[in-house]
Structures are given as structure tokens and as C-alpha cells.
């Protein structure tokens, strides 16, 4: 049984007298237990991204099934996706390009998501706290949900979510570049074909003016870009079935791998994730295009030495570069006020470590050992800060762990909580 529920609340929760926008979230109940839904618990899920909305539920899929076995759950829409009053450049336009555009994308980050997710709550719950599962950079929500309003949560379960209360984004950087290197490493050892190939692309894109088919112009350092993919369980096996056949009879590249590239680099579906995504770490300091200056540390993901040499073309991967802002039509409007977000320093904290190691919420974590998006090494001492906090490191999953496991890692750390485990 599917409800969707609508809610107003603060643009800012520092005027709550001040602007609305809409938040948008739909109630999932198994139809077995329609009749007494009133009586299951909730369980709020927060989607990773930043800037994507909940997952649209088709059946009892995934992890899905298995929550709906105990809970009554609550697809949020975070503010400024799906139908929570939705962020592009054209809903952005009526604000001056830059410092006002700026300041309103700088209010969709984690602390306003909690602070959103605590007047739902009260709507739908009263005094009643709920559970929280915190998925990626639903899981950095979930620790700024145990900082600031612990009182509204019975239970969190976070995966792949943990990330460093006080690291810089360069600091998350230099780790992920590492990670991702070894993913390409992995990749190429298990099809060594793809060496040829992707060097082969990478010359052929650096010699012509290649145009995906939405007209964006294809560059090496896009193509590269696609290395995202590697973070995901069958990852390494999409990169090689999309490299196995990239050029047409004619020796240009095949319209399918052109399409398929495009729906790997554009955001027109998620602009936030690109404007916000360094932002989802800042404290405190200003990211200033953290992942394009950490880049200049690690010369192997230079592809000049593929292209004219012998070289690995190495793929990055949960990395936004300025030039994306440029390429990208759904972006290029916003290219000022995200310079402006690169450059601020005035970020409020996102987590209290004095509250959370004092934590008495019942909590557990699934940290995948091997995750190229959320390193481990910042998972493991936030989840020794985070007081009670169970951990289960596993590397039977990478990042996707939650959605590939038909349930499991959700049960195991239900269990965990139930101190079953």
C-alpha cells in the first residue's frame, strides 16, 4: 500500500517564518498488514546522493522487502529532489546568478535534511521517535541526525554512511584516489583487453570533436569520468561490456557507446549531486574544487601517458571537476554560484562529537572494507566515536551493498540492533 504524504517546511530553518518549499514523501506498507498499519513503527529511509530522490517502488524489491516485514516505511524525497520542490538551473533562475543562488543551494545540505525529517516526524509521529536508515550520504545525514535531534530516533542503521566527522574533502580525496586507482588495477587484471581499449577511445576523443548525442562535446577527461561505475558490485563487468565494442565499422565511435557515455557524465537528473557534492563534506573550510587540486597529486590519472604511450588510462570516480560545470548544458547556468560554494568557508558544523560519544541511541553501521566512495578508513574511527555504535566491516559488498543483497545487510543489522548478532 503506497500513501504519499506532502509537507511544508522551512526554506531556512533559521527564519521559520520565511520562505516554504515542499518536501515530498511516500508511505510504503505491505499490503498484509494494511489493516493494522497504524501499529508498525516507522522507518524513514535516507537516500544517498546528495540530490537524489527515494527510490520509486515497483514491489517488495531489495532491502525493501525485508523492512516492510517490521516497519512502516517512509521514502523521503531530501528537499530539492523528485517532488520535494525540485533544484535545476531553470527552478533557480528567478534568484540573481551567483551570491543569491549561492545562498539558497547552500541550505539543501544534511543539517537542513535532518531538521526537514524531524517536522515530518512530528507531523506523522507526534512524540514518537522512528528509525532511520541512512543509505551513503544518507548515512552522513544519519550522523547529523545523532548530533542534533537524537531524541527523534529509536534506532539508526547506516550503510556504507560513515563518513569523517572532521576530515577535509582533500583528505576524502586522497584516500578515494587511491581507492579508485587499485579499482583500475583490479579491473585491468581481470580484462586485460580493456587496456587497448580504452586507450584507443581516450586517443580517439583527444584527436576529433567528438558530440554525445545531446550535442555535449566528449572529452578524455569525461570519458574517464565514467569510472564511477567500478564502486558497484558489477561494476568492473559493465565498464568491460561498454569497452568491448566502443567503435563503429567505420572507425568512429558507435552511436550505443556515445549514448551510453552520455547518461554517465550529464546531471541533468541530479544538479545538486554536482553543486553540493564537495559541499556535503565542508566544515568549517572551503572546498575550493577539492578533488581537481587533490587530482594534481596523483599523475597516474593523467591521460596524457595513455594517449601517448603505453600506459593505463586510468577512470576516476565519485569526483566533480569544474569543466563539469562547463560542459554540462543542465549546469553551465550555475557555473558563478558554484564557484561561490567552492570558495565559502563559513559552513556550520554537520556533526557534534561531543553528542555523539555520548550517543544513547541503539545504533549500527555496515562499513564495506573495500567501498571506493566512503573510505573505511574514515568509517572505522567515526563509528568508534559514535558511542554504542555497532560496526559490521564486511567486504562480501562494495557501496551498493544495501540494494544488491536482497535484504541481507538490512537484516544483519536489524539483528545487530536487536543485540541478536
Not at 72 to 78: A, E, G, I, P, Y
Amino acid at each position: 500500500m503506497l500513501t504519499d504524504h506532502s509537507f511544508l517546511v522551512p526554506l531556512d530553518h533559521a527564519r521559520p517564518g520565511g520562505d516554504q518549499i515542499e518536501v515530498f514523501a511516500r508511505e510504503v506498507v505491505a499490503a498484509d498488514k494494511a489493516g493494522r498499519a497504524g501499529s508498525l513503527p516507522w522507518l524513514v529511509f535516507l537516500q544517498g546522493g546528495p540530490g537524489f530522490p527515494a527510490q520509486r517502488p515497483v514491489g517488495r524489491e531489495a532491502w525493501l522487502d525485508r523492512a516492510l516485514d517490521d516497519y512502516r516505511v517512509l521514502l523521503l524525497d531530501q528537499r530539492g529532489t523528485g517532488r520535494s520542490s525540485r533544484i535545476t538551473a531553470r527552478s533557480l533562475a528567478g534568484l540573481e546568478p551567483g551570491r543569491a543562488q549561492a545562498d539558497y543551494l547552500a541550505l539543501f545540505r544534511a543539517d537542513s535534511i535532518v531538521l526537514d525529517a524531524e517536522m515530518i516526524r512530528r507531523e506523522l509521529c507526534g512524540d514518537e521517535p522512528w528509525s532511520v536508515l541512512g543509505q551513503s550520504f544518507g548515512g552522513f545525514c544519519t550522523v547529523t541526525y545523532l548530533s542534533f535531534a537524537p531524541h527523534g530516533m529509536r534506532e539508526a542503521l547506516i550503510t556504507g554512511g560513515l563518513s569523517g566527522l572532521d576530515a577535509h574533502p582533500d583528505d576524502v580525496y586522497r584516500l578515494t584516489y587511491r581507492k579508485v586507482a587499485a579499482k583500475n588495477a583490479a579491473h585491468y587484471e581481470r580484462y586485460p583487453d580493456d587496456l587497448d581499449s580504452a586507450r584507443e577511445v581516450a586517443r580517439y576523443v583527444a584527436a576529433h570533436d567528438v558530440r554525445l548525442p545531446g550535442g555535449t562535446r566528449l572529452t578524455v577527461e569525461a570519458f574517464q569520468s565514467i569510472g564511477g561505475m567500478l564502486g558497484s558490485g558489477s561494476g568492473s563487468h559493465q565498464l568491460h561490456y561498454l569497452l568491448e565494442n566502443p567503435f563503429d565499422g567505420d572507425g568512429g565511435l558507435a552511436d550505443a557507446f556515445l549514448h551510453d557515455i552520455m547518461g554517465r557524465v550529464g546531471f541533468t537528473d541530479a544538479p545538486l549531486y554536482a553543486v553540493l557534492h564537495e559541499a556535503c563534506y565542508a566544515q568549517g573550510a572551503a572546498t575550493r574544487w577539492s578533488a581537481q587540486r587533490v587530482r594534481a597529486e596523483f599523475p597516474e590519472f593523467d591521460a596524457a601517458a595513455a594517449i601517448d604511450g603505453d600506459a593505463p588510462l586510468l577512470f576516476t570516480g565519485e569526483m566533480i571537476y569544474p569543466w563539469m560545470i562547463d560542459l554540462d548544458p543542465a549546469l553551465r547556468p550555475l557555473r558563478e554560484a558554484a564557484d561561490l560554494l567552492a570558495e565559502r568557508a563559513d559552513w556550520p558544523p554537520l556533526a557534534d562529537p561531543t553528542r555523539l560519544a555520548a550517543n544513547e541511541v541503539t545504533a549500527a553501521a555496515a562499513v564495506y572494507y573495500d567501498d571506493m566512495y566512503v573510505p573505511a578508513e574514515l568509517s572505522l574511527p567515526t563509528a568508534a566515536a559514535i558511542k554504542g555504535l555497532r560496526a559490521w566491516v564486511t567486504n562480501e559488498y562494495e557501496h551498493d551493498g544495501l540494494r544488491v543483497s536482497g535484504g541481507r545487510v538490512l537484516s544483519r543489522l536489524i539483528a545487530m540492533n536487536r543485540g541478536e548478532v
